[in-house]
């Protein structure tokens, strides 16, 4: 079955860097969008970033503002979240996804297959 593991979460400070990654398994991984989404406490889940097959194509939440990277390595199956200068504002849960579509989509529901989720809290 299809599985999508993030890692790469945890307590950091405000200013801090950090890199997220997400592996994944059980799909044609050059076949899918990959895509990044993010959940604070008591707020919707938010689009943070997509890319697809090649990485020549990519899109990015409004919020991003260039402090946010993404990327994928497809001989690894694998898809990461660089984000920067961080702030309290980018604590949530952070959510790898897979969607079919032939090009990124912020839209959640155009995603099929997501992982568990990986923790990411800062502190101010």
């Known amino acids: 079955q299809v599985q999508l593991v993030e890692s790469g979460g945890g307590l950091l400070q405000a200013g801090d860097s950090l890199r997220l990654s997400c592996a994944a398994s059980?799909?044609?991984?050059?076949?899918?969008?990959m895509g990044w989404f993010r959940q604070a406490p008591g707020k919707e889940r938010e689009f943070v970033a997509a890319?697809?097959?090649?990485?020549?194509?990519?899109l990015y939440g409004d919020f991003v503002k260039g402090r946010i990277a993404i990327s994928r390595d497809n001989a690894k199956n694998t898809v990461y979240l660089q984000m920067s200068s961080l702030t309290s504002e980018d604590t949530a849960v952070y959510y790898c996804?897979?969607?079919?579509?032939?090009?990124?989509?912020?839209?959640?529901?155009?995603?099929?297959?997501w992982g568990q989720g990986t923790q990411v809290t800062v502190s101010s």
């Open positions: 996804a897979a969607s079919a579509s032939l090009v990124p989509t912020r839209i959640g529901q155009g995603y099929k297959y």
């Open positions: 059980g799909l044609t991984f050059r076949r899918f969008i």
């Open positions: 890319i697809n097959w090649s990485g020549d194509n990519i």
